[in-house]
């Protein structure tokens, strides 16, 4: 999921070797203490149209050092584009994997209640956050399951790192209680509500094959997958 983000937020110079440099740096130094060194890679994003981005992402059996490694990507990837939500499905991987960083500001409202003060500027508006540094508070959700959400509806202009460029209104249950394994594999279960419920329901959807555009009316996305159709083969030209 992206958020219009304010200029500043813009990431750090982050380190990103190549490919080649990884596989190098494995091979010289596989493990110290037996604990793998910690190399991030910036992984490219599958856009739509995709039939990936329409593929059931399987659960995860184990959470190993390779989980571990391939949310470390995610999360870089997610820094990088900006985005404050990204499902392994958009990198390629078809498995029930998630991250998520609201990356609120350390002065704004931060409660994420969907007031439109503390969301990120997700519709926009920036107002009193214009001085505040984002707080990067990622999280990690493996096979997450929804197991509680409220009636009362909330609406969120939504965009989307797999459909870049466009953002629409999206109505989705206000607050929900997800069940979910976290870094480490500990089953965690948490209550979510403002950005972070919707979020997480938006990021949800796409282990299951579902991108926000399907929440919208059939006119709109199909003109949102014709453009984004054409602006592939002009890249590809
Ligand atoms: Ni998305």
């Given at each position: 999921m992206t958020a219009q983000l304010p200029p500043h937020s813009a990431p750090d110079a982050a380190f990103s070797p190549t490919s080649a440099e990884i596989c190098d740096f494995r091979a010289l130094d596989p493990a110290r203490d037996g604990s793998y060194l910690i190399i991030m890679a910036i992984r490219p994003i599958i856009t739509a149209p995709d039939p990936l981005l329409k593929q059931v992402s399987a659960p995860v059996k184990a959470v190993t050092d390779e989980t571990r490694a391939l949310m470390d990507d995610m999360l870089e990837t997610m820094y990088d584009a900006p985005g404050i939500g990204l499902a392994a499905i958009q990198v390629?991987?078809?498995?029930r994997i998630l991250v998520i960083d609201?990356?609120?500001?350390?002065?704004?409202?931060?409660?994420?209640?969907?007031?439109?003060?503390?969301?990120?500027?997700?519709?926009g508006i920036n107002d009193e956050r214009d001085d505040a540094e984002p707080v990067r508070n990622p999280q990690y959700f493996i096979?997450?399951?929804?197991i509680k959400s409220s009636d009362d509806v909330a609406t969120y202009q939504e965009g989307c790192l797999s459909v870049p460029e466009f953002f629409e209104d999206v109505d989705r249950p206000a607050t929900c209680t997800v069940k979910y394994l976290d870094y480490d594999g500990n089953e965690q279960v948490q209550d979510m509500d403002g950005l972070m419920a919707t979020c997480i329901q938006h990021e949800m959807d796409h282990l299951n094959g579902i991108l926000f555009v399907d929440h919208l009316s059939r006119l709109k996305r199909n003109m949102i997958l014709k453009k984004l159709k054409k602006q592939k083969a002009l890249n590809a030209a």
């Open positions: 390629g991987v078809p498995q609201l990356q609120q500001p350390s002065n704004g409202d931060g409660d994420g209640d969907g007031d439109g003060d503390g969301d990120g500027g997700i519709d096979n997450p399951e929804i």
